[in-house]
């Protein structure tokens, strides 16, 4: 008896910018000591480059400094799975240091955080209080600014 095996099609650049576009949750892995290290990111996305706010500390950081090269998936899915699609993009981390295009993606923060009705309790992964406005992002720096580039490869499936 012969399996078939059901490949996942791909998306065209235009769905997964969607998918990208749509989303504001995203998991980076890192090349670690021994293994691999992931974790999950808030993004912003201008419609060619993805944005993060790590807090600026954590293994992280070291992992950045060590090797900026990462993996970032972003996936959409269905609660019974019935629909699923994932964006993996291969690329660098690159630290914005300017600080006009520093502020100017903190604010992209603040309003997906504001626009699209985020819990207050999003706050503590950007190392903040619960209780602290969204606008403290743009008062105390206390996230590094990172973007995506250099981008080798993009895998996009979709089950339908």
């Keep these: 008896m012969s399996m078939d095996i059901l490949k ?4 065209e650049k235009r769905e997964y910018d969607r998918i990208i576009d749509e989303g504001h949750v995203s998991r ?5 000591m ?10 912003v996305f201008d419609g ?10 954590g293994r992280k950081i070291d992992y950045f400094r060590n090797n900026p090269s990462v993996s970032v998936e972003i996936e959409q ?19 914005i240091r300017d600080p006009d295009l520093s502020r100017g993606i903190r604010a992209r923060f603040v309003d997906m955080i504001r ?21 403290k992002i743009l ?5 590094l600014v990172w973007k995506l580039v250099g981008v080798k490869d993009i895998v996009a499936l979709k089950n339908g």
Excluded: C, W
């Design 77 to 95: 899915y269905s609660q019974d799975l019935s629909t699923f699609r994932f964006v993996s993009l291969q690329g660098r981390l690159e630290e």
């Design 28 to 32: 980076i892995a890192f090349r670690g």
């Design 8 to 11: 996942i099609p791909k998306m």
């Design 115 to 135: 626009t699209r009705g985020l819990s207050p309790r999003v706050m503590s992964a950007l190392g903040h209080s619960p209780d602290d406005p969204p606008e």
């Design 48 to 57: 060619r480059y993805l944005y993060f706010l790590p807090t600026k500390y």
């Design 34 to 43: 021994e293994f691999p290290y992931i974790a999950p990111f808030l993004y």
């Design 139 to 143: 008062q105390e720096e206390r996230n």
